[in-house]
């Protein structure tokens, strides 16, 4: 990852944006790692948020209680006696 002083972002903002396009660039303070510049197709592909999410099924929402409902009754069907 290539790294660029903050100090030199307004003079080298190009620069630090064309390095951006193709990979994270880490912005440094006090010669500190402080921050991630990527662009926003790589923040995407790593930091996607996946929308699936567990819940109690106290907390489950009525139609995926419905759901869960009906797949178990089609189960049950289908278990010989």
């Known amino acids: 990852m290539r790294?660029?002083?903050?100090?030199?972002?307004?003079?080298t903002l190009g620069d630090v944006l064309e390095a951006a396009s193709h990979e994270p660039i880490?912005?440094?303070?006090?010669?500190?790692?402080?921050?991630?510049?990527m662009s926003i197709r790589?923040?995407?592909?790593?930091?996607?948020?996946?929308?699936?999410?567990?819940?109690?099924?106290?907390?489950?929402?009525?139609e995926h209680l419905a759901m869960l409902e009906a797949s178990l009754a089609e189960l049950s069907d289908e278990v010989p006696e």
């Open 3 to 11: 790294s660029f002083p903050s100090t030199d972002l307004k003079q």
């Open 26 to 37: 880490t912005i440094t303070r006090h010669k500190k790692p402080r921050y991630v510049l």
């Open 42 to 62: 790589d923040y995407e592909q790593r930091f996607k948020k996946d929308e699936r999410r567990a819940y109690a099924v106290e907390e489950a929402p009525p």
